[in-house]
Structures are given as C-alpha cells and as structure tokens.
C-alpha cells in the first residue's frame, strides 16, 4: 500500500519570502510520479508540479521547486517569492507508473500568505 | 477549450434517497476518476472509468457506483444516503489511462441530512 505524509496541517508566510512544504510518502514501488497540487477556496485542484521517480532532477517550474529524495522517500515543495494568490490547500500526491491512474493524496498543508 | 465541469455545484439530500452526480471530462478526454473529499478522511480515489469500462475501484460500499457513456461523460450514483457520505465529490478528466496530468473539476458539494 501506498502511503503519503504531510506534517505540517498549517503554514504562513510572509509575502515575498520562502516557503517550503513537506512531504514523505512510503511505497515499495519503483517506478512512480509524485505531484503537488493546490486548491483554493474555489476547490479546484490545479496541479503546481510534477516529478517522475525515474528523474534525479529536481522538477522546476517558476517559482516553484521540489527537493526530491528518493532514497528518503520525501519529496518537499520550495516557493519562492510568495505571492497572495498562492494562499490555499496543498496536497502532496502519489501515483504508480504504468498500473493505473489512482492518486494517493496526502492529507494537504493550509499556507496562509500575509501581506 | 472548456473544463472539467461537475453538475451540480451543491446538493442536499436526505439519508436514505440516492444521489447521481454528473461530470463532463475536457473533451477528448477519455479517462475519468472520481475523489471523494471529506475532513476526517481527506481524498480518496472511488473509481476510474476509461473508454465506458471501469478500470480501477477504490475501497468503497457497493452503494457506490458509476458510469461512462460514449461521450466520455460521467456519473456516480450512490445509494440509500448516510450522514458520512457528506462530502466534496471531484471529477478528474485525463486524455488517456497513460496521462499522468489530471483535470480536476471544481466538485461537487453533497449534504447529507
């Protein structure tokens, strides 16, 4: 069974400063992705990024970055530059490669950005 | 080109009736999952269609159930309603069972009174 851990249940930041989120997951998988997705208030799940297991390099996409250890099994998510719009649930996900498409969620991080 | 878009956005309903809820996939999305969101117990996967047939079923009562038509639209049935079935229902669309990127629809919102 696939688990995904999220420590964190509350974060805030301050506008314009860094944030990292964590995340560690257990699998005896070895070929999987792992994704973080972030919901607003609107409730739609937006995927922010996404890294495959197979890739040692760390996923990068604007202001947003993951710290990928695979042999630790974590997997944190870095914002930089935070921005009021990025006030909402994260969620740290799971997916097997190439067995279907179900996502194990973690149970999300509320970030708060503060003007 | 238009979203993953769920009807309806909110339903109250009474223990004991049955609820069928739509999502309609991004077109020429061919695979549909269904979310079920609650506090206690955060997202969980309830099943994935892909081309009418049901692929993946996640560790729900028989009371659960869903379809696909040939247009790739979705529906998910649940019946004689509990209070615990109060939650957030998200659709998530992909092109294909390979696609690792879902769609997620802005769910729907089920009372359950």
């Known amino acids: 069974a696939q688990t995904v851990t999220q420590s964190q249940p509350e974060m805030s930041v301050q506008e314009a400063e860094t944030v990292t989120l964590s995340c560690t997951y257990d699998t005896s998988e070895s070929n999987y992705y792992l994704f973080w997705y972030k919901q607003p208030p609107s409730r739609q799940m937006i995927l922010v990024i996404r890294?495959?297991?197979?890739?040692?390099q760390n996923a990068t996409e604007n202001r947003f970055s993951v710290n990928f250890q695979k042999a630790a099994k974590s997997f944190s998510l870095k914002i930089s530059d935070s921005q009021l719009g990025d006030t909402a649930m994260y969620f740290c996900a799971f997916m097997k490669r190439n067995t279907g498409n179900q996502f194990y969620f973690g149970t999300g991080t509320s970030l708060t950005v503060i003007p | 080109k238009a979203g993953v878009t769920q009807t309806p956005r909110y339903l109250i309903k009474t223990r004991g009736q049955q609820v069928t809820l739509s999502c309609s996939p991004i077109s020429g999305h061919r695979s549909v999952s269904w979310y079920q969101q609650t506090p206690g117990q955060g997202l969980q996967f309830l099943f994935e269609y892909f081309s009418e047939t049901q692929r993946n079923k996640g560790n729900f009562p028989g009371r659960f159930s869903g379809r696909q038509f040939s247009n790739s639209r979705s529906e998910m049935n649940v019946s004689t309603l509990e209070l615990g079935d109060s939650a957030l229902y998200l659709c998530?669309?992909?092109?294909?069972?390979?696609?690792?990127?879902?769609?997620f629809g802005q769910g729907t919102r089920l009372t359950v009174v």
């Open positions: 998530a669309s992909r092109p294909g069972q390979l696609n690792t990127e879902a769609f």
């Open positions: 890294q495959e297991a197979y890739k040692q």
